[in-house]
């Protein structure tokens, strides 16, 4: 079964400071991939999105994350984090057929410090 | 406002009572899911529609959940004999079509449900 794992629950980066945010999934073929972001009280806004091609992609709000084959990764990452990023972060996955819903990992909160 | 709208955006209910969510999807899009997000964790698919019609339901959806999207337009999401691990956030998202690059899903803000 498909399945998404996002092993930091919560990251704390100061403001200013890098940002990578670590998504792996099991899927045997290549996958459709998101990354998600949710502020509180607030639904969930597409940052980017993955389906073929070039590897590294870029989003919104100067996100961008790189699919990476051999590691099954696709982590989410920022040069320069503001406070307004923080939020908690999901990544998903949708298997590459028509009809089947996205899975979610289980998000990672991002905090940032002054 | 053109993006996708649930109502109600909270409900306390005591355990035991049925409940109804509706969902509005962006006009014309003919997909429709929904989804629970408990505390700590990601959404978790339900269920989803093409049009008027149920696709796929998760084995979530107990037998006490049903959903309907009558005419293709709007979602109800109904759930009977709630229970307090029914509590959770019951998002609903649409979509134009399958997950092609230029029509990802678009998710409402959610409706908040309390089981006392």
């Known amino acids: 079964a498909q399945s998404v794992t996002q092993p930091d629950i919560h990251i704390t980066v100061s403001e200013g400071a890098s940002l990578e945010l670590r998504c792996n999934y099991s899927?045997?073929?290549?996958?459709?991939l998101f990354w998600y972001v949710q502020s509180p009280g607030q639904g969930l806004q597409l940052l980017l999105k993955?389906?073929?091609?070039?590897?590294l992609v870029q989003g919104i709000k100067g996100f961008e994350a790189e699919f990476k084959r051999s590691q099954s990764s696709f982590n989410l990452r920022k040069p320069s984090v503001h406070w307004s990023d923080a939020a908690e972060y999901f990544c998903a996955v949708a298997p590459n057929q028509a009809g089947t819903a996205l899975i979610f990992g289980k998000g990672t909160t991002l905090s940032v410090s002054s | 406002d053109t993006g996708v709208s649930q109502d109600p955006r909270h409900k306390i209910t005591k355990r035991g009572q049925n409940v109804t969510f509706r969902c509005d999807p962006i006009s014309e899009h003919n997909r429709l899911y929904w989804y629970r997000q408990t505390l700590g964790q990601g959404p978790e698919f339900l269920t989803y529609?093409?049009?008027?019609?149920?696709?796929?339901k998760s084995r979530l959806l107990s037998d006490r959940f049903s959903a309907e999207r009558p005419k293709g337009s709007f979602s109800t999401l109904e759930i009977q004999r709630t229970e307090q691990g029914d509590s959770a956030m019951y998002l609903c998202?649409?979509?134009?079509?399958?997950?092609?690059?230029?029509?990802?899903?678009?998710f409402g803000n959610g409706t908040r449900l309390t089981v006392t």
């Open positions: 993955y389906f073929s091609g070039d590897t």
């Open positions: 529609f093409q049009n008027e019609a149920q696709l796929e």
């Open positions: 998202a649409s979509s134009p079509t399958v997950h092609s690059y230029n029509s990802p899903l678009h």
């Open positions: 899927y045997g073929a290549t996958p459709y």
